[in-house]
C-alpha cells in the first residue's frame, strides 16, 4: 500500500507528507512546559517548523530537477522518515538552519552538470555552506563539496578555484560586522564549536540506540546499493550520484567529529541517504519486497519516535 501510493508523484503525497510532519513536530513540542512558554520562543518554534518544511521542499526539487531519481515521492517521504526517527532534530535550531543552507549548496552544486553560469552557482554554493559553519561549525567540511564539484565540471578555468575563497572572505566580514554590531558573545561561543570530539557516550537510552542501529543499517544499505548500482547510472548523472556519495561521507564525518552531538547530528547525511535508498527501492521489481523494505523503516521510525517521546 504505501509503496503504491509513493510510487509516482502526486500532490496529496508531498501535502500528506507535510501535514504529518507539521503533526510530528507539534507532538514534540507538546513535551515543553506551555506554562513558562514565551511569544518569542513560540515564533522561534514556528520558524523551524517552516525550515523543516522548507527542507522538504528543497529536497524534493534537488531530486526532481535534477533527475536523481524517477517520478515518485520516495526522497520526499524517507526524509521525513529519518527526521522523526531521531525526535530531537525537531527542536535543534542550529542544526536545522545550518542543514537548510547546506542543502541549498547542494542545490547549486548538483545544477553545477548542466555548466550554465558556473561561476555564479560555485559562489552561492560557497556562501551557503560557510554560512552555514557559522551554526554548526564543522559544516564547513561541505566546502570539500564545491572543490571536488569543480574538478568535475569546470576546473580547466583557475578562476573558479579562487571564488570559494572570495565567498569566505564576504562571508567572514559580514559575520564579524554582525557580531561588533549586535552581541560580541556570539564570536565566544562560535569558537567553542571549533573543537574535534569522538565520544558518543552520549546515547542514554535503549530507544536511542535502537534508532541509531535502525539507521545505520538502512544508510549502509543504501550506501552499498549506490555504489553497486554506479557504473550501470548514465555518464552524464555519474558526477551527481559521487556527489551525494561524497556529500553523506562528509555528513559522517561531520558527526563524529562534531562536539556536544546526539543523533540529531545525523541530519547532514539525511538527504543523501534518502536518495541513495530511492534509487535503490527503483530497482527492485518485486512489489512485496520493496512494500517490506519501505514499510519495515517507516514503521521502525513511528514507533521509536514514538517511544522516544514517553
Known amino acids: 500500500m504505501i509503496t503504491s501510493v509513493f510510487s509516482k508523484s502526486r500532490p496529496i503525497n508531498y501535502v500528506l507528507v507535510t501535514t504529518l510532519l507539521v503533526l510530528c513536530f507539534l507532538l514534540f513540542q507538546f513535551q515543553s512546559n506551555f506554562s513558562t512558554i514565551t511569544a518569542f520562543e513560540v515564533a522561534k518554534k514556528f520558524a523551524l517548523l517552516l525550515l523543516l518544511v522548507g527542507s522538504l521542499l528543497v529536497t524534493n526539487f534537488i531530486t526532481k530537477r535534477n533527475g536523481l531519481s524517477k517520478d515518485n515521492s520516495y526522497t520526499f517521504l524517507l526524509f521525513f522518515v529519518f527526521l522523526i526517527l531521531f525526535p530531537k532534530t525537531l527542536s535543534n535550531s542550529s542544526l536545522i538552519i545550518s542543514n537548510t543552507f547546506i542543502l541549498l549548496a547542494f542545490r547549486r552544486l548538483i545544477s553545477l552538470q548542466s555548466l550554465k553560469s558556473p561561476k555564479e552557482k560555485i559562489f552561492d554554493a560557497s556562501i551557503w555552506i560557510f554560512t552555514a559553519s557559522l551554526f554548526h561549525f564543522w559544516a564547513i567540511l561541505f566546502i570539500i563539496l564545491v572543490f571536488v564539484s569543480i574538478i568535475f565540471h569546470v576546473s580547466r578555468d583557475y578562476r573558479n578555484w579562487i571564488i570559494p575563497f572570495i565567498a569566505f572572505f564576504t562571508v567572514s566580514i559580514i559575520a564579524i560586522l554582525s557580531i561588533l554590531i549586535f552581541d560580541a558573545n556570539l564570536l565566544n561561543n562560535f569558537i567553542s564549536q571549533i573543537r574535534i570530539d569522538f565520544d558518543l557516550k552520549y546515547i542514554k537510552t ?53 562536539p556536544d552531538k546526539d543523533n540529531s547530528s545525523l541530519i547532514f547525511t539525511f538527504v543523501p541517504v534518502s536518495i541513495m535508498l530511492t534509487n535503490y527501492l527503483e530497482t527492485i521489481e518485486k512489489y512485496w519486497i520493496k512494500e517490506t523494505i519501505l514499510g519495515t523503516i517507516i514503521l521502525a521510525s513511528v514507533i521509536t519516535f514514538i517511544l522516544q517521546l514517553l
Open 206 to 258: 535503549i530507544f536511542q540506540n535502537i534508532a541509531l542501529a535502525i539507521y545505520i543499517f538502512t544508510s549502509m544499505l543504501a550506501l552499498v546499493t549506490m555504489v553497486l548500482m554506479l557504473k550501470r547510472k548514465s555518464l552524464n548523472m555519474q558526477a551527481s550520484y559521487k556527489k551525494i556519495i561524497l556529500a553523506y561521507v562528509i555528513g559522517l564525518v561531520v558527526f563524529f567529529i562534531s
